[in-house]
């Protein structure tokens, strides 16, 4: 049953252009009025600090404000001029816009670069493309500045790059604004969070999880409602489980858990679990040829374990067990975190959810 719905439950996502970085406006953000509403008084006093961070959990809309941000700072207030940069911001064509990520390593002229693992931002990719972006002269008009970079991931940047990136922090060009993206910014030096303004984003909450589903077409019911149990208040996973078929995952994966839990499971859970994530990042990287297979297998593992600790904590809230379930979960990412075969982490993941339910242990 588990390998029929497994064909059906992985999509390959829509390739992304080569490096393309569009910016959108601030009036299409949703679920950020707080973290907007400061930035539009920023654009409005004119007095723009050269270095952000936003911060806040993954998939909550960081990098799109950020964009969004960056090209309303480009913009030229007169015509033709902002035309043409409105334009060019949403095409992904304009110049004087850089992100950088560590899917970059893929385009760098290093091959010992290119071979790496994504898991990292590294020095070399910053020398690469990021130190080229802030010192060269901008190409076209700019509004409240010329120039703008994002950083995507930047808790991401090992320590001799973001000591690095704190030089170019503490002396920066002129008219150029520098935004660091960052899921977990403590991993990021103390000083750096001192020489950047601070803006926090967080979950969005069911009402604007609505209206953005609403924004992204038509989806089967069954489909928006996982959506929203599982997303955590993150249009960002809602959108890779909508595009790429994870949102049927569960139909299959917490029955799986049902039966491990009750001592019933023959390997299935363990199956599923480690072929859908495979599937999964097959098409990620075949889609995406910048994206590493490491990543995209880290990416699916956890959308995997996220299917199973949302079944988890219902059993929690229904008070049908312990909190031994969510240990057993601990237990499978930190194997597969140690980069042990995914199979086998599953199937330590089953058998922990048997003793947790008390199979065998007398309870």
Known sequence: MAKRSRKAATRAPDPLPERAV?????????????????????????RVPHAWMFQGPAGVGKRTLALAFAGALMTPASEPD????????????????????????SYSEDADLRK???RT?????????FDPAVARTSSLPGGLVSKACVIDEAHLLAREGQNHLLKTLEEPPPSTVIILVADRPHDLLPTIHSRCQRLRLGPLDDGAMRRWLETRGQWPEDERRTVLRLADGSPGRAELMLTTGVASWPSVLEPLAEQAAGGRDDGALAEAC??????????????????SKDSANRTAHGMALGVIASWARARLRDGRDGPDT???IAACTSLLGRDVQPKFAYEVLSERLAAGFGVGAGR
């Open 22 to 46: 569009s910016a959108g406006s601030l009036d299409d953000v949703l679920g950020q009025d707080e973290a907007v509403g400061f930035l539009r008084q920023t654009l409005e006093a004119g």
């Open 82 to 105: 902002r035309n043409e940069a409105q334009s060019l911001l949403s095409s992904g064509a304009h110049p004087d816009l850089t992100l950088i990520s560590k899917e970059l390593a």
């Open 116 to 118: 790496r693992k994504q």
């Open 121 to 129: 931002i590294p020095i070399d990719v910053l020398k690469e493309f």
């Open 274 to 291: 480690s072929s859908f994530a495979s599937d999964w990042a097959d098409a990620w990287v075949k889609a995406n040829p910048a994206a």
């Open 326 to 328: 969510l240990d057993a």
